[in-house]
């Protein structure tokens, strides 16, 4: 129990102050447990930091498979446009998204090639998702759009609306994804209008 315990505080932690703001005193003291304590279950501080992550990189593939599980019965317009509404209003609300979008865009230095090899296992992972979603809806496609075109332009449009989320204000990210959506549909769809 106090392993699960550790991670979860230590991701709230890591997720608000970083690698280097996060104090493993604290994350001891808020799971009621000395310092030394914590090496019981982990070699170092780089070592509680890397199970942390690796966990919030498995979390975050199985949010976006279960919401796409979820979403079976819907047209696939609603499917995407749901999806990003939500995973951008997940930010602020999920401490688990936040840590891994925060350890993927500012990687320790020493942990570099550590996270690079997790993220682009998630990259890896809604590609593979969001082509078999466009296959499954691939009438709705443009005849000269393939599954792993429209996939692909979908998750370049959500990269960018994550660095707009993390670097930007509220106010460009809302009419840049409304925009960006807008244009992104009519681009694929056999559909004619905007959404």
């Known amino acids: 129990?106090?392993?699960?315990?550790?991670?979860?505080?230590?991701?709230?932690?890591?997720?608000h102050l970083g690698y280097e703001g996060a104090s493993l005193s604290v994350i001891a003291n808020e799971v009621g447990i000395k310092k030394q304590s914590i090496y019981t279950h982990f070699k170092s501080k780089d070592d509680l930091y890397i199970e942390t992550f690796h966990d919030a990189t498995d979390c975050e593939i199985d949010f976006v498979k279960q919401f796409i599980e979820n979403q079976?019965?819907?047209?696939?317009?609603?499917i995407l446009f749901r999806f990003l509404t939500e995973y951008l209003e997940r930010f602020e609300q999920n401490n688990n998204m936040k840590f891994?979008?925060?350890?993927?865009?500012?990687?320790?230095?020493?942990?570099?090639?550590?996270?690079?090899?997790g993220s682009n296992k998630f990259v890896d992972r809604l590609e593979s998702l969001f082509t078999a979603l466009f296959e499954k809806n691939s009438d709705t496609l443009r005849a000269d759009v393939t599954p792993e075109a429209a996939a692909l332009s979908f998750l370049t449009m959500l990269d960018g609306?994550?660095?707009?989320l993390i670097y930007g204000i509220p106010e460009r990210?809302?009419?840049r994804s409304k925009q960006?959506?807008?244009v992104f549909w009519r681009g694929i769809s056999c559909e004619s209008g905007e959404l």
């Open 100 to 117: 891994f979008m925060r350890t993927s865009f500012y990687p320790p230095v020493k942990h570099e090639e550590v996270i690079k090899v």
């Open 1 to 15: 129990m106090t392993y699960d315990q550790l991670k979860q505080t230590a991701l709230v932690q890591f997720a």
């Open 72 to 78: 079976q019965f819907y047209e696939l317009k609603d």
């Open 180 to 182: 960006s959506w807008s």
């Open 161 to 164: 609306l994550l660095v707009e």
């Open 173 to 175: 990210l809302q009419k």
